[in-house]
């Protein structure tokens, strides 16, 4: 867990030092998005049942949510629309709403936080973090 | 319209039938709201999706032992008459049906295999992570097939909205430009008695039969989908 945080903190040091050239931007976002993945698969495996509830990976996976969304929202420049990237041109006619998600994303990770105390409370809970992946995704992620 | 309340009405969709058809009005509804607003809930998404697997499988079934103007070989029209009927309607002189007219026999089948595909695809389809939702037999097949059944399921939903489109608007213009108002016969059953073409009025399908298909199509469906390892 501690090895997750450390990389993820890496990650979003790097991220933070803004980047001048578009694939800067493009790589950063990907591996924000691929920590944020990493750390939400287990948890979505213990949402179907799949392994047996653990509150330290959902804290985490919740962390990797707010922290990366925060960082993802200036990671797209108007100069990283094309190359190797799964972005869809939409996220900059639409950039309001895009960033809103991210907006969201975040914002719902802390207080899921707080508010996920069990597995009930989690069940209930993180679902809504996953919706909000799914909704971005569907609108603003072309499948290469 | 005095008249029209007047004139006798004879049977033309059986209760089965018209169950079907709205139960899968609702189903369509139900599949897009799941995907579009039900992130959170994938579990009905992919529930749905299994009952419109019966659903279609159901009125296959229902094609070959149900009411007469449910029966396929009543409604399923050759390319011929099918061309026909359409030049005829053009001019307005097409003939008046009792059950599916030879286009809208057509677009019976397409919806259905439309919506057959819909069940099909999605069972193998599943987010581009694998994380959020899942089709009961992703697991049996290869990513290559699940990036497949991805794009297809997508693509099958647009033909989809293109013959819903079609299909709504072909019933607007029968109500509108024909006067034949075909909504509140799927819902009653009956139609004004006329000069049918295919049928003077229709026999019912036996509802025992029907709930016997229903309960095939669940088996073919659940055991189906069990077999292939879901």
Wanted: hydrophobic letters at 55%; charged letters at 20%.
């Amino acid at each position: 867990m501690r090895v997750k945080s450390i990389v993820v903190g890496l990650v979003l040091a790097s991220a933070a030092v803004a980047p001048a050239i578009a694939a800067d931007a493009i790589e950063a976002r990907q591996t924000i998005l691929k920590a944020i993945g990493d750390a939400t698969r287990p948890v979505a495996a213990m949402l179907k049942g799949e392994t047996p509830f653990e509150m330290m990976r959902v804290k985490a996976a919740l962390l990797a949510q707010a922290q990366g969304a925060d960082a993802l929202a200036v990671l797209y420049p108007d100069n990283s629309r094309t190359g190797k990237t799964e972005a869809s041109p939409r996220i900059w006619a639409e950039k309001e709403r895009f960033l809103a998600l991210y907006a969201k994303l975040a914002a719902d990770a802390r207080a899921a936080e707080a508010a996920i105390v069990d597995e009930a409370s989690f069940k209930a809970i993180f679902p809504k973090q996953l919706a909000t992946c799914k909704a971005c995704h569907d609108d603003y992620r072309v499948k290469k | 319209m005095s008249e029209a309340t007047a004139t006798t009405k004879v049977p033309a969709w059986d209760l089965p039938t018209r169950v079907f058809k709205w139960a899968l009005v609702a189903c369509v509804a139900v599949g897009w709201a799941s995907d579009k607003l039900g992130g959170g809930s994938p579990d009905v998404h992919v529930m749905n999706g299994r009952i419109m697997l019966v659903l279609v499988m159901f009125r296959i079934l229902w094609g070959f032992v149900g009411g007469s103007t449910a029966r396929f070989s009543s409604f399923v029209a050759s390319p011929g008459t099918s061309i026909a009927y359409g030049l005829a309607l053009l001019k307005g002189r097409e003939g008046h049906y009792l059950g599916h007219n030879p286009l809208g026999g057509w677009m019976v089948v397409a919806l259905l295999l439309l919506c057959g595909a819909m069940g099909l695809t999605g069972l193998f389809n599943a987010d581009t992570d694998r994380m959020i939702i899942e089709g009961p037999l992703v697991k049996m097949v290869s990513d290559a097939t699940i990036s497949l059944a991805h794009k297809l399921h997508h693509k099958i939903f647009d033909l989809l909205l293109i013959a819903i489109v079609l299909h709504v608007a072909a019933v607007v213009f029968h109500a509108v430009v024909k006067k034949e108002r075909l909504v509140p016969a799927m819902v009653t059953g009956k139609k004004p008695a006329g000069p049918y073409v295919d049928a003077a009025k229709a026999t019912p399908g036996a509802v025992g039969l029907a709930l016997a298909c229903l309960v095939a199509a669940l088996a073919i469906v659940w055991l189906g989908i069990r077999a292939a390892g879901g």
